[in-house]
């Protein structure tokens, strides 16, 4: 490595001053990527330059129709996204941007920026007790921007550069395929409320909608499962699903289980095109980093059934929302720091200015309490940095360690205020992802590095891109590829550094493709630009990638690998079985490279553009094998479930209708399950679906309790409250419901009488206000 970064690292000042690229204004200017470029908006009607947006909300649109969704939530769903979200975080990224780019640059970028006033706008009204009037705050940027001259202009913007059409229809086509991935994992397998006493769900998928609920009427949190017990989490993205529902009126559960995670979806899949598009200058590496990022999954030979090091990217969508929800504050920010660090030489895209700073301050903030795994992997980036200028130029850039010192802080506050030093369970522990894959008895040495090869395949490959970048740039890398790169490696680094009992040291990876992906596609588009195809040989290759990618999706559905009870070095074998099966098919090519060169001298040159295109979409069965999955799986996956019956969540429906807002719930259900005498602590359907505190519900989730001996299976830790709880029901008298009331605002008591029938003095004690073929509910007096 000669040298990392070229140039001033600190890249141009940010806060103005001409482009420094030199290039002409982008509004007319050829498509960076080297491809033709774009047509005039004016010589495309709009209905044609809107009809790949019409047509990616189209499908959207059908598949949540398709699944249950009311036309009629759609509509205020619809109505919600464009003016309590777009329309003020629109006006207010462009007062912050210098020069208009694209459109749907300022919409992407206005909807992330919607995203973080709604959050501060949501905790001023919760807090003040007014939850209910949270739909008035977009006023506070809308007045601003009718009733001032100067921020009147934001509201009519012209001078953006074109779309190229292949670019738009292609984003278009990333969101509408991920869409179509949700409706067979998840949408389809997973009714908003369920229909009957056989449902199962994702065991996190009502804990999360516990947490949404009680944002409806709580800044900050408490854990739901536990009335008053602080939540030291990352629950902004449950914050907001809150305040969805409640601007837009439509049904909480409605909104996570229907509109929420393919609404975050298609944005994120957009922010990928336009940060990408913005960082590197070249428009199809945008897109690019859109479909590897939503696309190609993880590389392997699972069928789907087994995950590997963690759960799968995909999965992760659905299964943990909040990811997809840090995802969208992520890439923004990284836009913004990219500008910090230093722009790519020659980009077109015109300069954000000093509004980089204040939307790194914006998206830092967000990102806090977004997801934990997010500001830890900016801040190793951005050291990485600091530290290849240092040994490579022997100085440190003031806006890196500004930027820095941002991220520090964001970190600071997030490990002090929001997560109170609790570690949730994640320690240092080096490879203990890796760790069951290698079986004792066995040569260790051989053992660990296959397995490492085995994570390197898994969950890395669709960053093939970035070694070609580097080989291409013979290592000398711009200060935002520098950048990039960091973000790229802290990733999986964290997660090979700590340890997790429940794997969620993973999601540092999941923070690490954000920037990996548009580094390997800056990568794969720089090699084609190499390879210097014509228009018959782009379309040739994307033929044959799309042909490659259905091959091998059908070998490994036709051929699924058998799945091992327990992660074990078998689990591997297929992944580095598949791996080598597909080296020696590649060797074979390169083998006969020369007299296909010969027949069809137009390949001459392009062997490396061919083989990245192979390697990136090797991962592509990814997704629909994850799919299939859920055919044999009643939760959409094979993950742990909970029980669902429509009768408890009957019960839990009727309670939320009928209760106020800060009513104490108590239930005589604690356990998902009871295995050797031993309470499986991991049961959330009654804080979810009444969107109530609960007083003691299922406590294995709580911050205090996350990475303790015993796991789930732990004691709850306040007995005392538990048996005053369990009391109510068992023998119950008038003064310990007394104290129920009194002390700890118990106005509810729900019974399931399959798991133990309530005595028969309670009828006297309180009233019964709901029964069903399952349930009771008492109101206390």
Same mark, same amino acid.
């Given at each position: 490595?000669?040298?990392?970064?070229?140039?001033?690292?600190? /890249? #141009? %000042? *940010? &806060? =103005? +001053?001409? @482009? $420094? !690229?030199? /290039? #002409? %204004? *982008? &509004? =007319? +200017?050829? @498509? $960076? !990527?080297?491809?033709?470029? *774009?047509?005039?908006?004016?010589?495309?009607?709009?209905?044609?330059?809107?009809?790949?947006?019409?047509?990616?909300?189209?499908?959207?649109?059908?598949?949540?129709?398709?699944?249950?969704?009311?036309?009629?939530?759609?509509?205020?769903?619809?109505?919600?996204?464009?003016?309590?979200?777009?329309?003020?975080?629109?006006?207010?990224?462009?007062?912050?941007?210098?020069?208009?780019?694209?459109?749907?640059?300022?919409?992407?970028?206005?909807?992330?920026?919607?995203?973080?006033?709604?959050?501060?706008?949501?905790?001023?009204?919760?807090?003040?007790?007014?939850?209910?009037?949270?739909?008035?705050?977009?006023?506070?940027?809308?007045?601003?921007?009718?009733?001032?001259?100067?921020?009147?202009?934001?509201?009519?913007?012209?001078?953006?550069?074109?779309?190229?059409?292949?670019?738009?229809?292609?984003?278009?086509?990333?969101?509408?395929?991920?869409?179509?991935?949700?409706?067979?994992?998840?949408?389809?397998?997973?009714?908003?409320?369920?229909?009957?006493?056989?449902?199962?769900?994702?065991?996190?998928?009502?804990?999360?909608?516990?947490?949404?609920?009680?944002?409806?009427?709580?800044?900050?949190?408490?854990?739901?499962?536990?009335?008053?017990?602080?939540?030291?989490?990352?629950?902004?993205?449950?914050?907001?699903?809150?305040?969805?529902?409640?601007?837009?009126?439509?049904?909480?559960?409605?909104?996570?289980?229907?509109?929420?995670?393919?609404?975050?979806?298609?944005?994120?899949?957009?922010?990928?095109?336009?940060?990408?598009?913005?960082?590197?200058?070249?428009?199809?590496?945008?897109?690019?980093?859109?479909?590897?990022?939503?696309?190609?999954?993880?590389?392997?030979?699972?069928?789907?059934?087994?995950?590997?090091?963690?759960?799968?990217?995909?999965?992760?969508?659905?299964?943990?929302?909040?990811?997809?929800?840090?995802?969208?504050?992520?890439?923004?920010?990284?836009?913004?720091?990219?500008?910090?660090?230093?722009?790519?030489?020659?980009?077109?895209?015109?300069?954000?200015?000093?509004?980089?700073?204040?939307?790194?301050?914006?998206?830092?903030?967000?990102?806090?309490?977004?997801?934990?795994?997010?500001?830890?992997?900016?801040?190793?980036?951005?050291?990485?940095?600091?530290?290849?200028?240092?040994?490579?130029?022997?100085?440190?850039?003031?806006?890196?360690?500004?930027?820095?010192?941002?991220?520090?802080?964001?970190?600071?506050?997030?490990?002090?205020?929001?997560?109170?030093?609790?570690?949730?369970?994640?320690?240092?522990?080096?490879?203990?992802?890796?760790?069951?894959?290698?079986?004792?008895?066995?040569?260790?040495?051989?053992?660990?590095?296959?397995?490492?090869?085995?994570?390197?395949?898994?969950?890395?490959?669709?960053?093939?891109?970035?070694?070609?970048?580097?080989?291409?740039?013979?290592?000398?890398?711009?200060?935002?590829?520098?950048?990039?790169?960091?973000?790229?490696?802290?990733?999986?680094?964290?997660?090979?550094?700590?340890?997790?009992?429940?794997?969620?040291?993973?999601?540092?990876?999941?923070?690490?493709?954000?920037?990996?992906?548009?580094?390997?596609?800056?990568?794969?588009?720089?090699?084609?630009?190499?390879?210097?195809?014509?228009?018959?040989?782009?379309?040739?290759?994307?033929?044959?990638?799309?042909?490659?990618?259905?091959?091998?999706?059908?070998?490994?559905?036709?051929?699924?690998?058998?799945?091992?009870?327990?992660?074990?070095?078998?689990?591997?074998?297929?992944?580095?079985?598949?791996?080598?099966?597909?080296?020696?098919?590649?060797?074979?090519?390169?083998?006969?490279?020369?007299?296909?060169?010969?027949?069809?001298?137009?390949?001459?040159?392009?062997?490396?553009?061919?083989?990245?295109?192979?390697?990136?979409?090797?991962?592509?069965?990814?997704?629909?094998?994850?799919?299939?999955?859920?055919?044999?799986?009643?939760?959409?996956?094979?993950?742990?479930?909970?029980?669902?019956?429509?009768?408890?969540?009957?019960?839990?429906?009727?309670?939320?209708?009928?209760?106020?807002?800060?009513?104490?719930?108590?239930?005589?259900?604690?356990?998902?399950?009871?295995?050797?005498?031993?309470?499986?602590?991991?049961?959330?359907?009654?804080?979810?679906?009444?969107?109530?505190?609960?007083?003691?519900?299922?406590?294995?989730?709580?911050?205090?309790?996350?990475?303790?001996?015993?796991?789930?299976?732990?004691?709850?830790?306040?007995?005392?409250?538990?048996?005053?709880?369990?009391?109510?029901?068992?023998?119950?008298?008038?003064?310990?419901?007394?104290?129920?009331?009194?002390?700890?605002?118990?106005?509810?008591?729900?019974?399931?009488?399959?798991?133990?029938?309530?005595?028969?003095?309670?009828?006297?004690?309180?009233?019964?206000?709901?029964?069903?073929?399952?349930?009771?509910?008492?109101?206390?007096?």
């Amino acid at each position: 490595m000669t040298a990392l970064a070229t140039g001033d690292p600190s /890249g #141009p %000042d *940010p &806060s =103005g +001053g001409p @482009d $420094p !690229s030199g /290039g #002409p %204004d *982008p &509004s =007319g +200017g050829p @498509d $960076p !990527s080297g491809a033709a470029g *774009p047509v005039a908006p004016a010589a495309r009607p709009a209905v044609l330059r809107y009809a790949p947006a019409v047509a990616g909300y189209a499908v959207v649109a059908a598949v949540l129709i398709g699944t249950g969704t009311p036309a009629a939530d759609l509509a205020r769903w619809t109505g919600y996204l464009l003016l309590a979200v777009l329309l003020p975080g629109t006006l207010v990224f462009r007062a912050l941007r210098r020069r208009p780019h694209t459109l749907v640059e300022d919409l992407a970028f206005g909807a992330a920026v919607g995203l973080v006033l709604e959050l501060a706008g949501w905790a001023v009204f919760t807090a003040a007790g007014v939850p209910h009037l949270l739909w008035l705050w977009p006023l506070a940027v809308l007045a601003p921007f009718a009733a001032v001259p100067r921020l009147r202009r934001h509201w009519r913007v012209s001078g953006y550069a074109p779309v190229p059409t292949g670019w738009a229809w292609a984003l278009a086509g990333v969101v509408a395929g991920f869409t179509l991935y949700l409706y067979e994992s998840f949408l389809r397998v997973n009714p908003v409320l369920p229909t009957d006493e056989g449902q199962a769900q994702y065991i996190d998928l009502a804990f999360q909608l516990s947490l949404a609920g009680a944002a409806t009427h709580q800044a900050p949190l408490d854990v739901p499962q536990v009335a008053g017990e602080p939540l030291h989490y990352h629950w902004f993205g449950f914050a907001h699903f809150a305040a969805a529902s409640l601007v837009s009126g439509v049904d909480l559960p409605t909104v996570f289980f229907r509109l929420g995670v393919p609404t975050l979806c298609a944005l994120a899949a957009v922010l990928v095109a336009v940060v990408g598009w913005r960082v590197t200058g070249r428009s199809y590496a945008g897109v690019a980093a859109a479909a590897l990022m939503f696309t190609v999954g993880e590389f392997g030979y699972e069928n789907g059934v087994r995950q590997l090091f963690g759960t799968q990217a995909t999965f992760i969508v659905w299964g943990s929302p909040s990811m997809t929800y840090s995802w969208v504050l992520l890439l923004p920010l990284i836009a913004a720091l990219g500008e910090v660090v230093g722009r790519a030489r020659g980009s077109t895209v015109p300069v954000l200015g000093r509004g980089a700073w204040v939307l790194a301050g914006l998206f830092l903030a967000a990102s806090t309490g977004a997801k934990a795994s997010s500001v830890p992997v900016v801040l190793a980036a951005l050291a990485f940095v600091a530290v290849v200028s240092l040994a490579f130029r022997r100085r440190l850039p003031r806006a890196v360690l500004v930027a820095a010192g941002l991220a520090l802080a964001a970190q600071l506050f997030a490990t002090a205020v929001l997560f109170a030093f609790e570690s949730h369970g994640v320690s240092v522990d080096p490879f203990s992802g890796l760790r069951p894959y290698v079986l004792p008895g066995r040569p260790a040495a051989l053992l660990w590095v296959l397995t490492f090869v085995a994570f390197l395949l898994n969950l890395q490959l669709r960053l093939a891109g970035v070694v070609a970048l580097l080989r291409l740039r013979r290592w000398r890398l711009e200060p935002v590829q520098v950048f990039l790169l960091g973000g790229a490696l802290a990733g999986p680094a964290i997660y090979l550094l700590v340890g997790h009992p429940g794997s969620s040291n993973q999601y540092f990876t999941r923070a690490g493709f954000a920037f990996g992906v548009i580094l390997s596609a800056w990568g794969w588009v720089e090699l084609l630009d190499r390879a210097a195809l014509g228009a018959r040989g782009r379309a040739l290759l994307g033929a044959g990638a799309a042909g490659f990618a259905v091959l091998l999706t059908a070998v490994q559905l036709r051929y699924p690998a058998a799945a091992p009870a327990a992660p074990s070095y078998a689990s591997v074998l297929p992944l580095l079985t598949w791996a080598g099966a597909l080296l020696a098919v590649a060797l074979l090519v390169q083998l006969c490279w020369p007299a296909l060169v010969g027949r069809w001298p137009g390949l001459a040159g392009r062997g490396p553009a061919v083989l990245l295109t192979a390697a990136l979409v090797a991962g592509a069965p990814g997704l629909v094998l994850d799919a299939a999955a859920a055919n044999r799986f009643p939760n959409g996956g094979a993950y742990p479930v909970e029980r669902m019956p429509a009768s408890r969540v009957a019960a839990a429906r009727w309670v939320h209708e009928h209760s106020d807002r800060d009513d104490v719930v108590a239930t005589n259900v604690h356990c998902r399950a009871v295995v050797s005498g031993w309470c499986d602590a991991r049961s959330f359907w009654l804080s979810g679906y009444t969107e109530r505190a609960v007083l003691v519900e299922g406590w294995a989730f709580a911050p205090r309790m996350v990475g303790l001996p015993g796991g789930p299976y732990a004691p709850f830790w306040d007995q005392e409250r538990l048996s005053a709880n369990d009391a109510a029901f068992a023998a119950p008298t008038a003064a310990g419901l007394a104290e129920l009331r009194d002390s700890y605002g118990v106005r509810w008591l729900v019974v399931d009488r399959e798991v133990a029938p309530e005595s028969p003095n309670l009828a006297t004690l309180a009233d019964l206000r709901y029964t069903n073929t399952r349930m009771a509910v008492y109101r206390l007096r």
